[in-house]
């Protein structure tokens, strides 16, 4: 599992986190809310190294890795990929060759070898036909789950999505949230998924964690968040204007 205890970050006077308790278990689908600033995406980038925190413990996989160099958090990213919001692809590579990368840096794969792995990845995404494409020629949607299948060629355990149906349509976003299904149920991967879409959250989510003024305020199973009596969450949830809760 991925824990995280009592994590704090700020940044200059910003308390962004402050003290967050909270555990995404072996092959959940774990939601992180809030409001925009809340720290949701600072969250998950600690488990890969990209920020430290101030105060508090990263573990994974029983490990604690808050203290980890580079060089070891190599070995993290491995088995914990993240997808960010915006699909990183490189335009200048089709699809094919963009999932093909990893496979060549770590994996040694050559040429048309790394172009098979490749095309494998695609296709469990519903992408294969779009190898020989390059991103500047798909849809939002499509990229992301290029970069899903780009995530997946190193058989991540653990897989960090920002924003994952951030601009996408209605139908494009239902297929993001199928496909981390799809990971979660066939493929045993914890999913941690960083997300203002009500949709997605109250669809698909095993549980919900939602961040406020740096702190968890709610946790628990979808059901158990529709049915709070907290004003701020339900606030939040109903997307009311009017109300305790403060935005950043």
């Known amino acids: ?68 160099d580079e060089h070891r958090f190599y070995e993290v990213r491995k088995k914990c990929a993240l997808v960010f919001q915006h699909a990183t692809l490189f335009d200048s590579m089709t699809c094919a060759e963009n999932v093909a990368l990893p496979l060549r840096k770590h994996f040694r794969l050559k040429g048309d070898e790394a172009l098979r792995r490749a095309e494998e990845f695609l296709a469990l995404v519903q992408m294969e036909r779009f190898g020989a494409t390059y991103p500047s020629a798909l849809g939002d949607g499509l990229r992301k789950r290029v970069a899903v299948a780009r995530a997946l060629t190193l058989s991540p355990r653990y897989i960090l999505f920002d924003e994952p149906t951030t601009s996408l349509d209605p139908v494009s976003a239902r297929r993001v949230d199928a496909l981390i299904v799809d990971l979660a149920r066939r493929q045993g991967a914890t999913c941690v998924v960083v997300s203002h879409d009500l949709r997605s959250i109250f669809s698909i989510a095993d549980r919900v964690a939602m961040l406020y003024k740096g702190r968890v305020r709610a946790l628990g199973t979808p059901q158990a968040i529709r049915d709070t009596t907290d004003p701020i969450v339900r606030q939040f949830i109903e997307g009311r204007n009017e109300g305790p809760l403060e935005t950043t």
């Open 1 to 68: 599992m991925i824990e995280f205890r009592g994590v704090s970050k700020s940044f200059g006077d910003k308390v962004i986190l402050d003290g967050v308790d909270l555990t995404a278990g072996s092959g959940e689908i774990l939601f992180v809310i809030g409001t925009s600033g809340a720290g949701k995406s600072v969250l998950i980038q600690h488990v890969v190294g990209l920020l430290r925190p101030d105060a508090g413990r990263v573990l994974v996989d029983g490990e604690d890795v808050t203290d980890y």
